[in-house]
């Protein structure tokens, strides 16, 4: 069983820069393929973002590419992503995801709001 739990979400203004966490509980964080999803109001869930479990390798969706980085630090047991040049279409929740052949775990969200 993999806790994940988010933070780092708030309002920014347009242009601005905010930088989620993910913290996962456990000792086998540095086995699983982690993402970043997001949710915006009345929208499906997108996937933004991932990066496989020794991190040296990411993909991102066309929406963010250039403007967000994925980062893990698997001593720490944390997941970020970093974002840049934040738009009002950016405003959603954002989940981070836990994945590792047939598991599968979910953070709880959080709020990013992009607004003047």
């Known amino acids: 069983q993999v806790q994940l739990v988010e933070s780092g979400g708030g309002l920014v203004q347009p242009g601005g820069s905010l930088r989620l966490s993910c913290v996962a509980s456990?000792?086998?964080?540095?086995?699983?393929?982690m993402a970043w999803y997001r949710q915006a109001p009345g929208k499906g869930l997108e996937r933004v973002s991932d990066?496989?479990?020794?991190?040296?390798?990411?993909s991102y969706a066309d929406s963010v590419k250039g403007r967000f980085t994925i980062s893990r630090d698997n001593a720490k047991n944390t997941l970020y992503l970093q974002m840049n040049s934040l738009k009002p279409e950016d405003t959603a929740v954002y989940y981070c995801r836990a994945t590792r052949n047939q598991d599968g775990y979910w953070g709880q969200g959080t709020q990013v709001t992009v607004s003047s």
């Open positions: 990066i496989n479990s020794a991190g040296n390798s990411t």
């Open positions: 456990g000792n086998i964080f540095n086995m699983y393929a």
